[in-house]
């Protein structure tokens, strides 16, 4: 069973930083394209930013310039370095593949970013 144990949050004011760590045991994680994804109290669960399996990224909009994605193949392993954190980026951050198509979700670690 494919599991992902994030890590690396935490309670930070606004403008500060924190980097989260996900390990994967996924045979595939490879080839496969990872994502950090965010759940925000009462909201759905949000694609954050990806990283494909050469290291090429992409970032929504709001995270752009402040957000770093980054993975270790050999690790398999995925990290977020959060920059500028604004209140708003409050919330459960979770990594997994991308798109989504079915590997269970793990714990998630809890960002709290107060204003």
């Known amino acids: 069973q494919v599991q992902f144990v994030e890590s690396g949050g935490g309670l930070v004011q606004a403008g500060g930083s924190l980097t989260l760590s996900c390990v994967a045991s996924l045979s595939t994680f490879r080839i496969r394209i990872m994502g950090w994804y965010r759940q925000a109290p009462g909201k759905e669960r949000e694609l954050v930013a990806y990283i494909s399996p050469n290291g090429a990224t992409v970032y929504v909009d709001s995270v752009k310039g402040r957000f770093t994605i980054s993975r270790d193949n050999a690790k398999k392993s995925v990290s977020l370095q959060m920059k500028s954190l604004k209140p708003e980026d409050t919330a459960v951050y979770y990594c997994?593949?991308?798109?989504?198509?079915?590997?269970?979700w793990g714990q998630g670690t809890q960002v709290t970013v107060s204003s």
């Open positions: 997994n593949t991308h798109p989504y198509d079915g590997p269970s």
